[in-house]
């Protein structure tokens, strides 16, 4: 089993920083591939930055988040984090940590664990 608890979210305004966290614990092999997702009212939760067996070159990065965000893991701390620059109104939403053994892409179905979300708001 796999728990995953993130951290992190706040209030910021245009062009301000927030560092996502999330504190993960259970079967490391089941966590193999660790990702963030956001889901905004009213529209589909979307893979937002992964990294871990399976994706090519062992990371993957959303289009819209490119250059701006960045995934990257504490494994004595078990710890995954996403660092967030540059943010825009448009990353506001609700922000997912998700845990696989493996994972080829970044989509929900890939995944079987996720925590309870930390809510990132900017205007």
């Known amino acids: 089993h796999v728990q995953l608890v993130e951290s992190g979210g706040g209030s910021v305004h245009t062009g301000g920083s927030l560092r996502l966290s999330c504190a993960a614990s259970g079967y490391t092999y089941s966590r193999r591939c660790m990702a963030w997702f956001r889901q905004a009212p009213g529209k589909e939760r979307e893979g937002v930055a992964g990294?871990?067996?399976?994706?090519?070159?062992?990371?993957y990065y959303a289009d819209s988040v490119k250059g701006r965000f960045t995934i990257s893991q504490d494994n004595a701390k078990n710890t995954l984090y996403l660092q967030m620059d540059s943010l825009k109104p448009e990353d506001t939403a609700m922000y997912y940590c998700a845990a696989a053994p493996w994972c080829g892409t970044v989509v929900t179905s890939s995944f079987a664990y996720w925590g309870q979300g930390t809510q990132v708001t900017v205007s």
């Open positions: 990294l871990g067996g399976g994706l090519g070159g062992n990371i």
